[in-house]
């Protein structure tokens, strides 16, 4: 089959992990007859560079033309004191808001092979991790009214309108069906009032899921309990600003920010696909950078957007042999195991395929 991807490499290690993560995905297309259409976008601190915008129109209107788009990360030092609606995270909520990607798939699974990079005990962790975070991606406070008033103020409104709740919660109910049945709603509501609408919101739709067990949690309390008791956990659904802190502790949580994918999702099957993490500006050119993260992204994306099931799981099952293997970026390195930079951990998972 003939496939069209976007891709934007990105900033800082952005290149080097894409550039590998395309490696694996035309070790895909070789091995099991596809063709995949890269056409190269910029965007965020590239784009400011280039076009003195984060977000080019074109980016935007190759990405909407293709099947799906693979990310690797937006900004840098470089770019700090550019003004804020022009900076490279700017380019990236733009991103998302035009292509209408509302729904942020993150799982956290605790690989076997990385327990001894998990940094909680192993009777916390037992057989493993697996938990999905849900989390809304084009609304909030991210997306609210936001102004200053000089040097005096400054304010972000945090708003959520029903249909926006509805379908991100819809989204984490369809999810549960598929997993174990269980969501947990993430807010603020025993102090905002954005949260107890949005928690209303979400017990509308789970009266559609009878099969799924529902439970709150206040934030403060949730960011506690995925340390302490984490696998309480299936599904987690919450919104932009809350899901973006919880995403990186669940990260931490299987070892590294480094090995987390994740897909951004509208209604159909178009989607974009990204590593959770940063551009980590210090380690860039280095082939230091851990590539699983993305490459594992590729494999969402494989699943999400393009059916291409068994090529997935070839991906994934590649990952784990290579972990089982012994090979080991800087960041999930421990004793004993072999310390490789991002190409050859590309290369090893290549042959694994
Ligand atoms: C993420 C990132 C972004 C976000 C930044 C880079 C704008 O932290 O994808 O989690 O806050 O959404
Ligand atoms: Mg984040």
């Known amino acids: ?45 590239a784009a400011i560079d280039a076009c003195d915008t984060p977000l080019p129109q074109e980016t935007v209107d190759i990405c909407l033309a293709s099947d799906a788009v693979l990310l690797g990360a937006l900004g840098g030092p470089k770019w700090d004191n550019v003004p804020g609606d022009k900076r490279p995270e700017a380019g990236l909520l733009a991103l998302r808001k035009s292509l209408g990607l509302y729904a942020n798939l993150r799982p956290a699974i605790l690989f076997d092979e990385l327990k001894a990079s998990c940094p909680l005990k192993p009777e916390i962790i037992g057989n493993g991790l697996d938990i999905m975070v849900v989390r809304e991606l084009t609304g909030g406070i991210y997306f609210g009214e936001k102004g200053r008033d000089g040097e005096n103020a400054a304010w972000d409104i945090m708003k959520y309108t029903r249909p926006e709740v509805l379908r991100i919660a819809r989204k984490a109910f369809d999810i549960a069906m598929k997993r174990n049945k269980k969501v947990t709603n993430v807010d603020k509501a025993n102090v905002l009032e954005v949260s107890r609408f949005w928690r209303s919101c979400v017990e509308e739709v789970a009266k ?26 299936d599904v987690i659904v919450t919104g932009n600003l809350f899901g973006d802190i919880l995403s990186d502790e669940a990260s931490m949580i299987t070892g590294s920010i480094g090995m987390l994918p994740s897909a951004s999702m509208a209604d159909g099957k178009f989607g974009m696909f990204e590593p959770i993490h940063g551009s980590a500006p210090d380690i860039a050119n280095q082939n ?54 991002t190409i050859e951990m590309g290369q090893k998972i290549i042959e694994n395929l």
Request: hydrophobic fraction near 45%; proline fraction near 4%.
């Open 1 to 45: 089959m003939n496939f069209k991807i976007a891709v934007i490499p990105g900033d800082g290690i952005g290149p080097e992990i894409v550039g590998t993560s395309l490696k694996v995905l035309d070790k895909i297309a070789e091995k099991y007859d596809h063709v995949f259409d890269y056409t190269e976008v910029l965007a965020g601190g």
């Open 208 to 233: 559609d899921y009878p099969e799924v067990e529902l439970n709150h949690l206040y934030v403060d309390n949730a960011a506690m309990q995925l340390v302490i008791n984490p696998k309480q956990f």
């Open 288 to 341: 230091k950078a851990n590539p699983i993260a993305t490459i594992v992204s590729v494999a969402m994306m494989l699943r999400y957007s393009l059916d291409l099931t068994k090529e997935a799981n070839a991906i994934d099952a590649a990952v784990q042999k290579t972990l089982a293997q012994g090979y080991r970026t800087g960041d999930i390195f421990s004793d004993g195991m072999t310390l490789v930079g």
